[in-house]
């Protein structure tokens, strides 16, 4: 592999983690916040809640492990190699 296309690719997977993770986990903060807040106005809807915030933070999980697989691909499998 060329060093250039070396260098590009574990600049490109350091940016596809990094960026990738940026933005669940801005959620996530702002998910759980919310969660709490709800929970705290309303304790009765604590389980609905606490379900739904569950099902919105692995979606929010899945995000970020998009990231790392293109990053991982970009590493040991690159398709511009």
Same mark, same amino acid.
């Given at each position: 592999?060329?060093?250039? %296309?070396?260098? /590009?690719?574990? @600049? /490109?997977?350091? *940016?596809? %983690?990094? *960026? !990738? $993770? @940026?933005?669940? !986990? @801005?959620?996530?903060? =702002?998910?759980?916040?919310?969660? &709490?807040?709800? @929970? $705290?106005?309303?304790?009765?809807?604590? !389980?609905?809640?606490?379900?739904?915030?569950?099902?919105?933070?692995?979606?929010?999980?899945? *995000?970020?492990?998009?990231?790392? &697989? %293109?990053?991982? %691909?970009?590493?040991? /499998? =690159?398709?511009?190699?």
């Amino acid at each position: 592999m060329e060093p250039l %296309v070396a260098a /590009a690719s574990v @600049i /490109a997977a350091a *940016l596809a %983690v990094g *960026l !990738g $993770a @940026i933005g669940p !986990g @801005i959620g996530q903060g =702002n998910a759980a916040g919310q969660a &709490v807040e709800g @929970i $705290a106005r309303q304790p009765e809807a604590e !389980g609905k809640i606490r379900a739904t915030l569950l099902l919105s933070l692995a979606f929010m999980e899945a *995000l970020t492990i998009y990231g790392l &697989v %293109v990053a991982l %691909v970009l590493l040991f /499998a =690159n398709p511009f190699a």
